[in-house]
Nanobody
Framework: QVQLVESGGGLVQPGGSLSLSCAAS????????MGWFRQGAGKERELVAS???????NYADSVKGRFTISRDNAKNTVYLHINSLKPEDTAVYYC???????????????WGQGTLVTVSS
């Protein structure tokens, strides 16, 4: 069974920093694009950042210059390094990955269960 597990969420003061990680496990043949989404209370889920297998990145305008996405293919892990946190960054952050499982010919979308980031003084 292939799954994604996020970690690193918590309570941080405004202006602080935080690092999130998401590890994929199971019988994985290949991982294409990986990314991070977030959903604040009463808001729609939005894409925060994504990274392709060739390490091309894409960021939401609201996080450019503050968030950095990276990946370690040897560990099947994607990271999100966050700086200059704002209260508006408070949300549940979800990991997403497009994965091809061994013995399968197609990719499928997988989601983690989410990790809560709370920015408050």
């Amino acid at each position: 069974q292939v799954q994604l597990v996020e970690s690193g969420g918590g309570l941080v003061q405004p202006g602080g920093s935080l690092s999130l990680s998401c590890a994929a496990s199971g019988t994985i043949d290949d991982i294409n694009t990986m990314g991070w989404f977030r959903q604040g209370a009463g808001k729609e889920r939005e894409l925060v950042a994504s990274i392709t297998s060739s390490c091309s990145t894409n960021y939401a305008d609201s996080v450019k210059g503050r968030f950095t996405i990276s990946r370690d293919n040897a560990k099947n892990t994607v990271y999100l390094h966050i700086n200059s946190l704002k209260p508006e960054d408070t949300a549940v952050y979800y990991c997403n990955a497009r994965i091809r499982e061994r013995y399968f010919v197609t990719y499928r979308e997988l989601w983690g269960q989410g990790t809560l980031v709370t920015v408050s003084s």
